[in-house]
Nanobody
Framework: QVQLVESGGGLVQAGGSLRLSCAAS????????MGWFRQVPGLEREFVAA????????HYADSVKGRFTISRDNAKNTVYLQMNSLKPEDSAVYYC???????????????WGKGTLVTVSS
């Protein structure tokens, strides 16, 4: 089982930036890919970005390509999501999760944190 704690959310104006962090514990963090997801109340959770176990490979949803950057620091058991040029449609609760493989496989665990709320005003 893994414990995930997301932070860094907040209220920002359109065009602004935020950096989210996700601290992981309870599992060998550096062995698995990590991902970010987001969810708007009433809608399904959607994939945002993923990074391989060593950071040499990343994947992004089309909606955030060129604006968001995922990174990780295995020494700190932390994964980050730098979000630039934010849009109102980026408003959601953002969650991180652990992939079941070293490289992005699309198969994540059932261990979700509480998430961090991002609100982008127009």
């Amino acid at each position: 089982q893994v414990q995930l704690v997301e932070s860094g959310g907040g209220l920002v104006q359109a065009g602004g930036s935020l950096r989210l962090s996700c601290a992981a514990s309870g599992r060998t963090f550096s062995t698995y890919a990590m991902g970010w997801f987001r969810q708007v109340p009433g809608l399904e959770r959607e994939f945002v970005a993923a990074i391989s176990y060593n950071g040499d490979s990343t994947h992004y949803a089309d909606s955030v390509k060129g604006r968001f950057t995922i990174s990780r620091d295995n020494a700190k058991n932390t994964v980050y999501l730098q979000m630039n040029s934010l849009k109102p449609e980026d408003s959601a609760v953002y969650y991180c999760n652990v992939d079941k493989a070293p490289y992005y496989s699309g198969s994540f665990t059932d261990d979700w944190g509480k998430g961090t709320l991002v609100t982008v005003s127009s």
